[in-house]
């Protein structure tokens, strides 16, 4: 928890407003809010890959990653999928709408042990979610990292999102986006294919940096073991990991892995601390 858990209440919701809603695909948007209460506004600190767990009074609660800018957390982006009741609900909102904040959670990116190196960002739909803030962070301290790479994977162009902000990120020094979709279109100016096959592009350089990656599983378990064959180290591999989460604390238990709590000790862990169990199908 950041600073303003001496201060409130990590179980009880702050209200918060949404001061915006875009839509980025039809079942994808992004909310943006702002804490209603000023004392809970000016305490609100977070570290990129942390999330929040927003409340829909008589519908429920999710874990949602910040994807905002760290530097200016007075307002908090969200980026959601609406895939079930809570986050269906939340895609109905709209600017001036109120609902709760409890947050942030979590540990997020090795931020002083990535100082100085190369990041390799690897991401596959949605996924993109926790690395944004990461983008973010980086970018306004571009001094103090290496090389910048993002591969982003979607299944179809049309999932592409953020397609704004990805100019941006090319646009800056030492950067690189490079996009796959699993099926092209005439259109599409990206790779095709997954976005593993991504890597035999990649400068062989970045294998000496940092890697961080979120998305499915697999993916990143895939991904992993790659960057080791192409010779990166156990220790600069961390991944984001997902599952239901409840308190959001580490007291209910919804979101354990092995001896692992991943609203607490993750979401962001080493790979190396999880390797062995997601060796386990379907643990
Ligand atoms: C640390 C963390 C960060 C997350 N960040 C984001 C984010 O930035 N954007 C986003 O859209 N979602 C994110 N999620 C996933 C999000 O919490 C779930 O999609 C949400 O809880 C679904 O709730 P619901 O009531 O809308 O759907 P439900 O009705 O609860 O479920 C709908 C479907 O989604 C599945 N589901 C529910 N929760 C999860 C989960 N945690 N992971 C995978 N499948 C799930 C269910 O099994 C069901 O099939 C994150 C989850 C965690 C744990
Ligand atoms: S969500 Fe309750 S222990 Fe992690």
């Known amino acids: 928890m950041s600073a303003n858990a001496k201060t409130f209440n990590p179980y009880l919701p702050q209200l918060a407003a949404v001061v915006e809603r875009v839509d980025e695909?039809?079942?994808?948007?992004?909310?943006?809010?702002?804490?209603?209460?000023?004392?809970?506004?000016?305490?609100?600190?977070?570290?990129?890959?942390?999330?929040?767990?927003?409340?829909?009074?008589?519908?429920?609660?999710?874990?949602?990653?910040?994807?905002?800018?760290?530097?200016?957390?007075?307002?908090?982006?969200?980026?959601?999928?609406?895939v079930g009741r809570v986050t269906r609900g939340l895609q109905r909102l709209k600017p001036g709408d109120k609902l709760g904040l409890r947050g942030p959670?979590?540990?997020?990116?090795?931020?002083e042990a990535a100082q100085g190196r190369h990041l390799l960002l690897i991401t596959g739909g949605l996924g993109c979610a926790p690395t944004t803030s990461m983008i973010h962070y980086a970018l306004q301290r571009r001094a103090s990292y290496g090389r910048l790479t993002v591969c982003h994977g979607v299944k179809h162009p049309?999932?592409?999102?953020?397609?704004?902000?990805i100019q941006t990120w090319c646009a800056a020094p030492?950067?690189?986006?490079?996009l796959t979709a699993d099926k092209g279109t005439p259109e599409w100016r990206g790779r095709v294919?997954?976005?593993?096959?991504?890597?035999?592009d990649i400068d062989p350089i970045m294998f000496k940096g940092m890697a961080m990656m979120c998305g499915p599983e697999p993916m990143m378990v895939s991904v992993a073991e790659d960057l080791l064959k192409r010779g990166m180290m156990l220790t600069d591999i961390h991944l984001a990991m997902e599952r239901n989460m409840q308190c959001a604390v580490g007291h209910c238990g919804h979101c354990q892995f092995g001896g692992k709590?991943?609203?607490?000790?993750?979401?962001v862990f080493p790979y190396a601390q999880l390797r062995a169990l997601l060796a386990v199908r379907g643990f």
């Open 105 to 111: 959670f979590g540990r997020g990116w090795p931020l």
């Open 158 to 165: 049309d999932d592409l999102i953020y397609t704004d902000r």
């Open 174 to 178: 030492d950067t690189q986006v490079m």
């Open 25 to 82: 695909t039809r079942d994808v948007f992004t909310l943006r809010l702002c804490l209603h209460d000023a004392q809970a506004r000016a305490a609100y600190r977070f570290q990129p890959g942390q999330f929040n767990m927003l409340y829909l009074w008589g519908v429920g609660e999710v874990a949602i990653s910040i994807v905002s800018d760290p530097d200016d957390p007075d307002l908090i982006d969200h980026t959601i999928r609406a």
């Open 193 to 200: 294919g997954l976005v593993t096959q991504a890597l035999e």
């Open 261 to 267: 709590f991943i609203c607490k000790d993750g979401p």
